[in-house]
């Protein structure tokens, strides 16, 4: 079983839209989880940390599922500029293990 | 905004060469991390380094890599006797506390 893994996407939605992406971990010793955004042929970009208690920032919404080992990302109200690949990251110890990612297209 | 920086963005070599990509992480931060991503796949831990030393490493990283922090400031990742499929955007990353990783703009190495 991979470490981390992602709903395989592509995502094609319209503006507006709500979008929920899914992660699932295998190490039950990660500590913590992150989401980050990476555009095509850039660097990851950190979006959010995940909290055991659910967490918002704006139209973001991050949660977590210790016991299912389970992350997930709702993106309400889509703009075109989140078009993006999100990443699903989870460290344990001294290594950010990275999921392949779920691409996702906004369309006007 | 402090941020981390990477040199050269393009790297071309010929099959064979050794490379140094060069990396000056935030300057607080206490762990520095080298990723891969070949081209259409997904980003790949290669290895972490604290304290001076490799904290932990993949089985990318083999003996055809190695890393160093000279100074007070850069962090590099060699490359020996490059192959093909070598090939890859290299990306150096740092962090403070062992949480929210920052990254660098990369390295594109091209191994022909």
């Known amino acids: 079983r991979k470490e981390v893994e992602q709903d395989p996407g592509p995502f094609n939605v319209p503006e507006g839209a709500t979008v929920a992406f899914n992660c699932t971990y295998s190490n039950s010793a990660s500590q913590s989880f992150f989401w980050y955004r990476q555009d095509c042929r850039k660097e990851p970009k950190l979006l959010m940390s995940?909290?055991?208690s659910g967490n918002e920032d704006g139209r973001f919404t991050a949660q977590l599922n210790r016991a299912s080992q389970y992350i997930s990302l709702l993106i309400r109200d889509s703009k075109l500029s989140d078009s993006a690949t999100y990443l699903c990251v989870v460290n344990h110890g001294q290594n950010f293990v990275f999921g392949p990612g779920t691409r996702l297209s906004v369309l006007p | 905004e402090p941020e981390v920086t990477q040199t050269p963005s393009h790297q071309v070599t010929q099959m064979g060469q050794e490379v140094i990509l060069r990396c000056v992480p935030i300057s607080n931060h206490l762990y520095f991390y080298w990723y891969r991503q070949i081209l259409g796949q997904k980003v790949e831990f290669l290895v972490s380094?604290?304290?001076?030393?490799?904290?932990?490493k993949s089985e990318i990283f083999d003996d055809q890599f190695s890393v160093e922090r000279p100074d007070g400031s850069n962090f590099t990742l060699k490359i020996r006797s490059t192959k093909l499929e070598d090939s890859a955007m290299y990306f150096c990353?740092?962090?403070?506390?062992?949480?929210?990783?920052?990254f660098g703009s990369g390295t594109q190495l091209s191994v022909l």
């Open positions: 995940v909290y055991s």
């Open positions: 990353a740092s962090t403070r506390s062992n949480e929210k990783l920052f």
């Open positions: 380094f604290y304290n001076n030393e490799i904290s932990e």
